[in-house]
């Protein structure tokens, strides 16, 4: 069965560092996002993408944070000189089309020290 | 606004009790609803879905009706096991976007 795949599914860095999450989408699904989920909290959401260019985005994803889809298949998430509040698991989702589910992915843990 | 409101957690229950977790959504025109199940050490998974008034969605005996009156969303389930036990995600799809309640975690005793 397809699944979305992340890495790494932990990744420690210092602060100010800059890390890159990664994500293989579903292939041929058409929408693309970022959730990111601070131990014992909600899961928020970050961004979405689709069609080569962010859709919408949250006031959590500021200029710190960027999405880049460099091939037809990898979908990444860069977070620039990284913060402690930036610990959380992150999540990738796809979707196929409009009204359907997000299948996500199993998350990368990321630990800022 | 649109938003997802959940009962808060965490829940105890005992093997074999009657299972339902709260969910109620605000939002304009009729969002597609869900319900995500995250175990321990896992990412989300869908759980189940109804996308229009009156659906019941259902899967591994939960269940939950889009009851668009009361706009709520309610999961419920018979007869928990042990392996149940987990974190319930309420959602609600508007658009493009997913908006997610805070989540209730519950634990079942054997």
């Known amino acids: 069965e397809p699944e979305v795949t992340q890495t790494p599914s932990h990744q420690v860095t210092q602060m100010g560092q800059e890390v890159i999450l990664r994500c293989v989408p579903i292939?041929?699904?058409?929408?693309f996002y970022w959730y990111r989920q601070i131990l014992g909290q909600k899961v928020e959401f970050l961004v979405s993408f689709y069609n080569n260019e962010i859709s919408e985005k949250s006031e959590i994803f500021d200029d710190q944070f960027s999405v880049e889809r460099p091939d037809g298949s990898n979908f990444t998430l860069k977070i620039r000189s990284t913060k402690l509040e930036d610990s959380a698991m992150y999540f990738c989702a796809s979707r196929p089309g409009l009204n359907t589910e997000a299948f996500f992915g199993q998350g990368t843990r990321l630990t800022v020290v | 606004g649109n938003s997802v409101t959940q009962m808060e957690g965490p829940v105890t229950l005992s093997e074999e009790a009657f299972l339902t977790i709260n969910c109620t959504y605000t939002a304009t025109g009729y969002p597609s609803l869900f319900w995500y199940v995250q175990y321990p050490g896992e990412g989300l998974q869908l759980l189940l879905k109804a996308t229009k008034a009156d659906d019941k969605g259902s899967n591994k005996g939960f269940e939950a009706t889009y009851r668009k009156e009361t706009t709520s969303f309610h999961l419920e389930k018979g007869s928990v096991q042990v392996s149940d036990s987990a974190v319930y995600f309420c959602?609600?799809?508007?658009?493009?976007?997913?908006?997610f309640g805070t989540g209730t975690s519950l634990t079942v005793i054997p």
């Open positions: 959602a609600r799809l508007t658009g493009n976007q997913f908006y």
């Open positions: 292939s041929n699904h058409l929408y």
